[in-house]
């Protein structure tokens, strides 16, 4: 007898449909699963068969064919554990055949029938919302994350036996409610860090506003102990909240890896990741021999912060390129292409030299000017192309860490940020993006308008500075940010002069030049 199940798969974060066909036919005993399994889906057969003895049914003795169509395309997971089982099950008469055509299965199978928690049951719901189908059976671990898309209706199963006497109708099993997005985020704690407890470094905390508003990426060159890493920590806080479609894009990543913590629904703060710099090119980007996603993924619609940038292989950092510059990552292998989102705000914090004290007052450089210069030469051209905001940020003196006068807290800072991004997110409401550090040259011509002192201060810099046009273009956009933290649509001189400031390295070089 033959009986079919829908099930669902994934590649990258997208989910397509996935029907297992199972066929029992006299012959030997025997279990085959087809339709390109990889090692974890054959080894199903083992669980399927403990599951649905151990839960009290009876196992045909007879030849089991299970195909996983379409064919073409290799499967992996545990996932298909709870379909296959069902699928046996219809094709014994123990389920009719009916109740399965409108749901679809996901989960997997423990020895004694119990259905375990598995990744990607988010992008299944919204697979199945857009393949016209209304209903999903997902593990109970993955229920609120799977309900977080609407009109379909979610069934958090605990066990084989509860599943079968749903489909037989002799229970009743709730839907899960659907998530109330904004009533999350009302229910959210304040961040844990905050900026009110950062003594000093004005000028750090400015760079990062600027940064956090215009969504530019930051490097920060300072000696040991200057607060680097403290600052960087301390950006999430004053981020723009996530919208829903960034939070559902988030979340969908970290649901592919199995990293949503148990009962999650969303991920509801931007991502901070921090890797070592020991990590990986694959660690970083993504890959494998089945691909999966990386830091820079996980990062996406958050931060990434790479701490003592030239200690990462150069190659390492080399394949940062494209996904800072498409927002995605493109991961190809011989069978197949695939994309992951890598939409991040790079953070990055380095020395100014291997020890740690070029040009630090307090302590003596002990660097050759060849050794500051391969050190330096770590990162490449094109990659620092990338980052529109270079700082330097000094040691904290004594007094400004003393002393008890108060600073400004992250929700203060923050305000003026969403102020701010409420102004990009009209300016760019045609356009495919929604921050000034987007904007190609194109718009920038078009959005960053100059009056005339700051086009005579910019012009004037460029001449004795020597700036190259990739500069200019950086410091136009850094300049677009400041006017929309002031609320100004022109932008002024005392704009491009402050805008300037933030691109140290160009100014640096300008000056050895």
Same mark, same amino acid.
Not at 242 to 253: D, M, R
Not at 256 to 270: E, S
């Given at each position: 007898?033959? &009986?079919?199940?829908?099930?669902?798969?994934?590649?990258?974060?997208?989910?397509?449909?996935?029907?297992?066909?199972?066929?029992?036919?006299?012959?030997?005993?025997?279990?085959?699963?087809?339709?390109?399994? +990889?090692?974890?889906?054959?080894?199903?057969?083992?669980?399927?068969?403990?599951?649905?003895?151990?839960?009290?049914?009876?196992?045909?003795? =007879?030849?089991?064919?299970?195909?996983?169509?379409?064919?073409?395309?290799?499967?992996?997971?545990?996932?298909?554990?709870?379909?296959? &089982?069902?699928? /046996?099950?219809?094709?014994?008469?123990?389920?009719?055949?009916?109740?399965?055509?409108?749901?679809?299965?996901?989960?997997?199978?423990?020895?004694?029938?119990?259905?375990?928690?598995?990744?990607?049951?988010?992008?299944?719901?919204?697979?199945?919302?857009?393949?016209?189908?209304?209903?999903?059976?997902?593990?109970?671990?993955?229920?609120?994350?799977?309900?977080?898309?609407?009109?379909?209706?979610?069934?958090?199963?605990?066990?084989?036996?509860?599943?079968?006497?749903?489909?037989?109708?002799?229970?009743?099993?709730?839907?899960?409610?659907?998530?109330?997005?904004?009533?999350?985020?009302?229910?959210?704690?304040?961040?844990?860090?905050?900026? &009110?407890?950062?003594?000093?470094?004005?000028?750090?905390?400015?760079?990062?506003? /600027?940064?956090?508003?215009?969504?530019?990426?930051?490097?920060?060159?300072?000696?040991?102990?200057?607060?680097?890493?403290?600052?960087?920590?301390?950006?999430?806080?004053?981020?723009?909240?996530?919208?829903?479609?960034?939070?559902?894009?988030?979340?969908?990543?970290?649901?592919?890896?199995?990293?949503?913590?148990? =009962?999650?629904?969303?991920?509801?703060?931007?991502?901070?990741?921090?890797?070592?710099?020991?990590?990986?090119?694959?660690?970083?980007?993504?890959?494998?021999?089945?691909?999966?996603?990386?830091?820079?993924?996980?990062?996406?619609?958050?931060?990434?912060?790479?701490?003592?940038?030239?200690?990462?292989?150069?190659?390492?950092?080399?394949?940062?390129?494209?996904?800072?510059?498409?927002?995605?990552?493109?991961?190809? *292998?011989?069978?197949?292409?695939?994309?992951?989102?890598? *939409?991040?705000?790079?953070?990055?914090?380095?020395?100014?030299?291997?020890?740690?004290?070029?040009?630090?007052?307090?302590?003596?450089?002990?660097?050759?000017?060849?050794?500051?210069?391969?050190?330096?030469?770590?990162?490449?051209?094109?990659?620092?192309?990338?980052?529109? /905001?270079?700082?330097?940020?000094?040691?904290? &003196?004594?007094?400004?860490?003393?002393?008890?006068?108060?600073?400004?807290?992250?929700?203060?800072?923050? *305000?003026?940020?969403?102020?701010?991004?409420?102004?990009?997110?009209?300016?760019?409401?045609?356009?495919?993006?929604?921050?000034?550090?987007?904007?190609?040259?194109?718009?920038?011509?078009?959005?960053?308008?100059?009056?005339?002192?700051?086009?005579?201060?910019?012009?004037?810099?460029?001449?004795?500075?020597?700036?190259?046009?990739?500069?200019?273009?950086?410091?136009?956009?850094?300049?677009?940010?400041?006017? =929309?933290?002031?609320?100004?649509?022109?932008?002024?001189?005392?704009?491009?002069? +402050?805008?300037?400031?933030?691109?140290?390295?160009? *100014?640096?070089?300008?000056?050895?030049?």
């Amino acid at each position: 007898m033959l &009986a079919k199940v829908l099930s669902i798969a994934v590649i990258g974060v997208d989910a397509y449909l996935v029907e297992v066909e199972v066929d029992i036919a006299n012959g030997l005993p025997a279990f085959v699963t087809v339709g390109l399994p +990889e090692t974890a889906v054959k080894e199903s057969k083992e669980r399927v068969r403990s599951a649905i003895k151990n839960s009290g049914y009876a196992f045909p003795d =007879d030849r089991i064919t299970v195909n996983l169509a379409p064919a073409h395309i290799k499967k992996e997971g545990t996932g298909f554990d709870l379909p296959m &089982a069902i699928g /046996i099950m219809a094709a014994t008469g123990v389920l009719p055949q009916p109740a399965l055509e409108s749901i679809l299965f996901l989960g997997e199978l423990s020895l004694d029938g119990r259905i375990k928690a598995v990744g990607g049951s988010l992008s299944m719901a919204l697979k199945a919302r857009q393949a016209g189908y209304r209903s999903v059976v997902v593990p109970h671990g993955n229920r609120k994350e799977a309900a977080v898309v609407s009109d379909i209706d979610v069934y958090g199963a605990q066990s084989l036996s509860e599943v079968v006497e749903l489909l037989r109708g002799n229970i009743a099993l709730a839907a899960e409610q659907p998530i109330d997005f904004l009533h999350l985020f009302e229910r959210q704690d304040p961040a844990q860090e905050d900026f &009110a407890e950062v003594k000093g470094q004005e000028h750090a905390k400015r760079a990062l506003e /600027i940064a956090a508003a215009g969504g530019h990426n930051l490097l920060m060159v300072g000696p040991p102990g200057a607060g680097k890493t403290m600052l960087a920590r301390r950006l999430p806080s004053i981020l723009p909240p996530l919208t829903f479609e960034e939070a559902i894009e988030t979340t969908q990543v970290y649901s592919v890896m199995g990293m949503l913590a148990h =009962d999650q629904a969303l991920i509801m703060r931007r991502t901070f990741r921090a890797p070592h710099h020991t990590i990986s090119d694959a660690g970083l980007i993504g890959g494998g021999v089945v691909p999966r996603p990386g830091e820079v993924s996980l990062a996406h619609n958050g931060v990434l912060f790479l701490d003592e940038l030239p200690e990462y292989k150069r190659h390492v950092l080399e394949v940062l390129r494209q996904p800072l510059e498409d927002g995605r990552v493109t991961i190809s *292998r011989a069978s197949s292409s695939i994309t992951y989102p890598a *939409r991040v705000m790079l953070v990055a914090a380095m020395n100014p030299c291997p020890c740690g004290y070029f040009s630090d007052p307090k302590h003596i450089c002990r660097c050759t000017p060849p050794q500051i210069e391969r050190y330096r030469a770590k990162i490449s051209g094109p990659l620092l192309d990338r980052i529109d /905001i270079h700082i330097e940020v000094p040691a904290v &003196a004594y007094k400004e860490f003393m002393e008890e006068r108060p600073t400004e807290s992250s929700e203060e800072i923050r *305000r003026r940020i969403v102020a701010a991004r409420t102004v990009q997110a009209a300016r760019f409401h045609k356009t495919s993006f929604f921050c000034n550090a987007q904007m190609g040259n194109r718009h920038i011509r078009s959005f960053c308008r100059l009056d005339a002192g700051a086009s005579t201060l910019l012009e004037t810099a460029i001449e004795r500075l020597g700036l190259s046009a990739r500069a200019l273009s950086r410091i136009l956009k850094i300049a677009r940010t400041i006017a =929309d933290l002031a609320g100004q649509e022109a932008i002024a001189a005392r704009h491009v002069g +402050e805008a300037i400031q933030y691109r140290n390295l160009d *100014r640096s070089a300008a000056c050895a030049n």
